[in-house]
């Protein structure tokens, strides 16, 4: 069964770094996603991708936070200075089109120090 | 401001009887309904899904209801398994991509054999 996979399971960085997480969504899928979980918190939406542009990103998608497809299989999120309150699982996913569910990956555990 | 409310924390059911999992939201522009199922270190896993124009879906052991003058959807797990234990969470879009969800806080179900 196809899934999407992210890349690293487990990412250490220094407050201030440049974090670059992975993911590679289903292969006919067109919609993507970023969602991230603090710990203990729900999951939360950070935004969308379609059509090689945002099409909606949330209030959590600051300036910091970039989004790329920079070749027509990965899907990567960059955080460009990181915070500790960055510390979080983040959360790839995917759709086919508008209106079908959205597959997750097995998500990031980032961990900023 | 919570618009998607899951307000039990936990649920314990014996195994074999019914698990009723359930879920408020605020926002009457949500037109499509997710349950996910979450294990730990894992991503969510989509479960079934509800539209708005429906006020039931079964698929085999899962059952959603959804009371939308009440802003109430249900998740019935019946006979509940072991297997099912895990923390389940409703998640709510409107308009647009379906991917772009609202997650509650999650319910965590422990299935007692």
């Known amino acids: 069964e196809p899934e999407v996979t992210q890349t690293p399971s487990h990412q250490v960085t220094q407050m201030g770094q440049e974090v670059i997480l992975r993911c590679v969504p289903i292969?006919?899928?067109?919609?993507f996603y970023w969602y991230r979980q603090i710990l203990g918190q729900k999951v939360e939406f950070l935004v969308s991708f379609y059509n090689n542009e945002i099409s909606e990103k949330s209030e959590i998608f600051d300036d910091q936070f970039s989004v790329e497809r920079p070749d027509g299989s990965n899907f990567t999120l960059k955080i460009r200075s990181t915070k500790l309150e960055d510390s979080a699982m983040y959360f790839c996913a995917s759709t086919r089109d508008a209106n079908t569910e959205a597959f997750f990956g097995q998500g990031t555990r980032l961990t900023v120090v | 401001d919570q618009q998607v409310k899951q307000n039990s924390p936990s649920l314990s059911v014996q195994e074999g009887r019914i698990s009723i999992l359930n879920c408020d939201y605020t926002n009457s522009m949500f037109d499509y309904f997710l349950w996910y199922k979450k294990y730990p270190a894992e991503g969510p896993t989509f479960l079934i899904s509800i539209s708005s124009i429906k006020d039931k879906n079964e698929d085999g052991r899962f059952t959603v209801f959804l009371n939308k003058s009440a802003k109430h959807l249900s998740l019935h797990i019946v006979p509940s398994q072991p297997g099912d234990s895990a923390v389940y969470f409703c998640a709510a879009s409107g308009g647009g991509s379906q991917g772009n969800l609202i997650f509650g806080k999650g319910t965590k179900l422990s299935v007692k054999p």
């Open positions: 292969s006919n899928h067109l919609y």
